[in-house]
Structures are given as C-alpha cells and as structure tokens.
C-alpha cells in the first residue's frame, strides 16, 4: 500500500475539527486524522507493506523548466506560511499552506518513525514519482494499492500487474477501487494513455495549461483514436487527417507545450530509493514503543493512536 501521504494529511487538515489540539494547544488534527486513515486502511486492506511516500521536492525544478506555470499558483513565498520539504532542498519557496498544517507536519514524521512505518522520499521527485518507482518495482512480487485523491496517478493502473488506485476524491471513508475498467468508463481512455489525455486537456490544479480550446470528450477521442501523442500529431499533419481543421489549429498552436508535457505529467518509475522491499513491511507493534507513548501524551493522541495500534496488530 502506497500512500501519497500529503493527499492524506491536507484531506485530515480540511476534515478534521481544528479544535483538536495537543495538551500545549498544538494543533493536531492533521496528526490524528492521518493515523485514523491508516488505521481504516490498515483494517479494511491488511497489506503487508505500507509506505508513507513523501514530497521531498514538490515542486522539482526539471517541471518547472519544461513548463514554468507547473503548480505556480500554489507557490509561497520565502518568510510566508508554507510546508517545507524533508530535503536540504535549495529552492527557498514552499507550497502555500496554513500554519496550523504546517506545524503539525515535523509531528507527523515523528509519529510514523515511532511506529515504524516507512516514509520514502527522493531529492528533486514528489511524492508521485516515488509511488510510481514503488509500484514498478514492487508489483512484480506482489499487489500494489496506490491511496490518493490525484487523478494523474491512475496512469498507474495496470490490471495485469496488480496496480490499482483507491481514490480518496469524496474521502477515505467513501474511497473508489480503480481498475482499468473504471478509468476506460470515466475518461473513454485506458490508463496507460492517461497521460496523453492529461496533456490534451490539462489540469489547472497543477498548473497544466493542455491545449486551448480542446476538453475532456475531445482529448478522449483524438486518444481512443490515434493512440499517443505521437499518433495524433502525425494524423493531425496529414492533407487527409480525419482530424478537423479547427483541432488541427489547436494542435499546431500549442506545438511547444506538447512537446514537453509528456514529461511533465508522466510519474518516474526509476529513481534510486536506496529502500529494499524488507524496509517496507508494516510492523505489527511500534518500532519505537516508549517514544510512540511519548508522543502519544504529549500530543493528546488518544482514541486515534488506540485505533492505529489495534490495526497494526490486527493485520
């Protein structure tokens, strides 16, 4: 179980009384929210390894330079409120985020380490490219299930490899399993041309402009049609395209961009994690068990520390 672990504590943050508060007045209903979401996974899923995969760099400057608006809008800048990254990282914004989450975030490291639950990140790849490292390396001994509320990550999906998404968008609680069937009848396209289709219609969530004047029935069917990227352009460049005039503008006229969003939107699936799949096994009791106690008080965790304790065990 891959977990887009920012996914999860921003949906906790939003979800979650922010009344809840350490004995210090701390906030901690991002803490406590994220540990009652394991816990619930845990429960209904007991998978065998679980790993809590992190933004190192949420924002990677090899994005940035290939498509200067990636996730612009959501840019803090130096000495405001913002979420750092676990790196060293030598890019001085953050993204924008309340203070009371981003207190809470160092806390939360602190409480997974305790449990021993792995948290995996890389220098210079979000979240997103260490889930798609994961998956890749992962599902060739066993089934993968990837928890987010981004819709970029069902390019994952592969039936035949075990790789589903359990798509948190209306919540944990409410989550959706997504197959290849599931993404064929919502976006008329199969997952391992996600990424195309993401291109074509773009996701202003990231930034992402697409192609101007071309959505989400269009993009599908120029995919369903004529495959990748590669396909519809050349299609689109012959005197007898069955493409119209109109798209075909539309096309030529975001040339540049298509160019180089493929690589924007596409996860890595290859990055050195220095992680071996035994690092990966969810224990069945804290790693750390004085120090999770600890915090447990300290923090005022309470019922949700029970809850993730009686999953782990239960597993």
């Known amino acids: 179980m891959l977990l887009d672990t ?3 504590y921003f949906r906790a943050f939003f979800g979650v009384p922010d009344t809840m508060r350490a004995p210090d007045g701390t ?10 979401f394991i816990a619930r996974l845990v429960g209904e899923y007991h998978p065998t390894h679980l790993v809590c995969c992190w933004d190192n760099d949420w924002r990677p400057a090899w994005r940035v330079d290939l498509v200067p608006q990636y996730k612009a809008h959501r840019v803090a800048e130096p000495g405001g409120s913002g979420i750092s990254e676990m790196s060293t990282s030598a ?3 953050t993204e924008d985020a309340p203070d009371a989450l981003a ?3 160092p806390l939360i490291v602190e409480v997974l380490d305790a449990l021993g639950i792995a948290v995996v990140g890389a220098d210079g790849y979000e979240a997103d490219d260490v889930i798609g490292t994961l998956a890749e390396r992962t599902s060739a001994t066993m089934p993968v299930d990837v928890v987010t509320g981004d819709r970029d990550l069902f390019q994952l999906v592969d039936d035949d490899r075990g790789i ?6 209306r919540g944990v609680g409410k989550h959706e399993r997504v197959d290849a069937a ?20 773009g996701d202003p969530s990231d930034g992402l402009p697409g192609v101007a004047g071309v959505g989400e029935k269009t993009a599908a069917g120029l995919v369903d049609r004529h495959g990748d990227l590669e396909g519809i352009l050349a299609a ?6 069955p493409i119209s005039g109109s798209v075909r503008a539309k096309l030529g006229a975001a040339i540049d961009y298509l160019a180089v969003a493929p690589t924007v939107v596409a996860v890595a699936r290859d990055i050195d994690l220095s992680v071996g799949t035994d690092d990966l096994r969810l ?11 600890g915090l447990t008080e300290r923090l005022g965790l309470g019922s949700s520390a029970e809850r993730v304790l009686a999953a782990l065990a239960g597993r």
């Open 283 to 293: 224990p069945t009791a804290p790693a750390h068990p004085r120090v999770f106690a």
């Open 236 to 241: 689109a460049s012959r005197p007898d395209s």
């Open 27 to 36: 906030p901690v209903n991002a803490v406590r929210g994220l540990l009652d």
């Open 6 to 8: 920012a996914s999860l």
């Open 91 to 93: 890019d001085t914004t």
């Open 182 to 201: 599931w993404v064929r009848q919502r976006f008329g396209v199969d997952p391992a041309r996600y990424v195309d289709y993401a291109v074509l219609k």
């Open 164 to 169: 589903r998404v359990l798509y948190i968008a």
């Open 103 to 105: 207190v809470q975030v």
